[in-house]
């Protein structure tokens, strides 16, 4: 399950870069533009790969135990 996932997240980054490649060539836009397109894609990926990995962690259940459970 877990490759699956990964597989999924790899592709939908590499169609996310293949769009901003296709905007570039038909906006013509400079190389200024291109990179601040990129790495507001890397921030907005990071963003959501952060909310997603904090919201997993939240959902499951705390671990109980501690120096007190083990005397």
Do not use: A, C
């Not at 870069?17 to 060539?25: D, E, K, N, R």
């Not at 907005?44 to 109980?64: C, S």
């Amino acid at each position: 399950m877990l490759k699956k996932v990964i597989e999924n997240e790899s592709s939908i980054i590499y169609l996310s870069l293949f769009v901003i490649i296709v905007l570039v060539i038909l906006l013509g836009l400079s190389n200024d533009q291109i990179y601040s397109s990129v790495v507001v894609f890397l921030i907005v990926i990071v963003i959501i790969g952060n909310v997603v990995y904090f919201g997993r962690m939240r959902l499951r259940p705390e671990e109980k135990g501690g120096l007190g459970d083990k005397i």
